[in-house]
């Protein structure tokens, strides 16, 4: 349980930190700190024995101001655990962690020796290709809701932050790069917040921040990836700017041969890549050549995920979607990026996970 406490004094206003602020009209909540995380966990609760897209569509709300509270009470220097090099084992590619094995020491140990970990079955199987098939009709509602048809409620309501953030939500590009914002989605926000907290990733990303772990409306993408879409090599960090971030990509598909999976170089590197050489053109891309000299003796990778495997990684992780046209299949996925309230993108809207 993290507590909200500011950064600049005020102590003693509590719950009162943020209560002179709209957060979204529809959503307000002026109670103590306490009794907002009280009310998530009761709404989560009650959600878990019957559904309801008015809860579900509240509890976004909910976490939208408990993110604003908790970035805004964020201390500064948390720390990352200490690197365990000693269970990471060598491995030609990547070492596969089994999910009941992971630690955010080893977690910290794969990311600064590997520049990611590799956690097989973090999700179950069945659920994985659930939670797949929720995002295609995800899609599928995001396409009617665009042509002005009549839209599932659950599947696709757009949510905008409180109008302090004024925020680009980048929608367009969202869509055309294959990706529906999570948090436009309230039932698969309500279902990927239980798979958090089931799977033990809310308390993982938080005690690895060494912070109370905060996603954004921003960063948080469900995918769907199809192979004629080519891949971009990059690293997060070079478009979010200086953050504290640990990625969840939990693949939902089987994927690296028959749909587009990732390619990775698979190190760590504690630098930005130089963007916009050869063949790279937009903005925050990097060339094959420069992937390829950043990865040195590494050869770079292409694994195989099941669906419910994970790779976790942070801003400075080189990567891109691994597709090619002759996959039969589309991929599925969630790309969800964990920030520390101490270094929370400046133009993203926080969302709380671990409460
Ligand atoms: O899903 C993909 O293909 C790309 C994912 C990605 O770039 C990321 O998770 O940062
Ligand atoms: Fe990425």
Known sequence: ??????????????????????????????????????????????????RSQATERR???????????????????????????????????????????????????????????????????????????????????????????????????EFDPDPRFNAELGRSWVKEGGGVLASDSPMLSYEMMEMFRA?????????????AALSSLQKTTLRKAEPWVGGAWHQDGAFMGPVRSLNLWLSLSR???????????????????QTKTEEAVFDMQVSQLKAEQAAGDKPIIRPIFEPGDALLFDELFLHQTGSSPSMPKPRFALESWFFGGSGFPSDYAPIAVDV
């Not at 799977?199 to 912070?211: I, M, P, R």
């Not at 994927?255 to 890549?273: K, Q």
């Open 255 to 273: 994927c690296g041969d028959e749909s587009p999976g990732l390619d990775l170089v698979p190190r760590r590197l504690d630098y930005l890549v």
């Open 59 to 157: 509890l976004i709300g909910l976490r939208h101001l408990a993110g604003i509270r908790l970035m805004d009470c964020a201390k500064p220097d948390p720390v990352h655990p200490e690197p365990d090099f000693a269970h990471l084992p060598e491995a030609e590619g990547l070492p596969e962690i089994a999910a009941k094995d992971v630690t955010p020491e080893l977690l910290r140990g794969g990311i600064l020796r590997d520049g990611c970990l590799l956690v097989c079955g973090l999700v179950g199987r069945e659920q994985a290709l659930r939670f797949a098939q929720q995002i295609d009709r995800a899609f599928e509602v995001r396409d009617r809701h665009d042509a002005g048809e009549p839209s599932v409620e659950g599947y696709y309501e």
């Open 1 to 50: 349980m993290w507590n909200f406490r500011r950064k600049n004094g005020n102590q003693d206003e509590g719950g009162m930190a943020v209560a002179e602020r709209s957060i979204n009209p529809l959503e307000d909540f002026d109670g103590s700190d306490d009794a907002l995380i009280a009310e998530i966990e009761r709404l989560s609760a009650a959600d878990r024995s019957n």
């Open 199 to 211: 799977s033990g990733v809310s308390l993982l990303a938080s005690a690895y921040l060494g912070e």
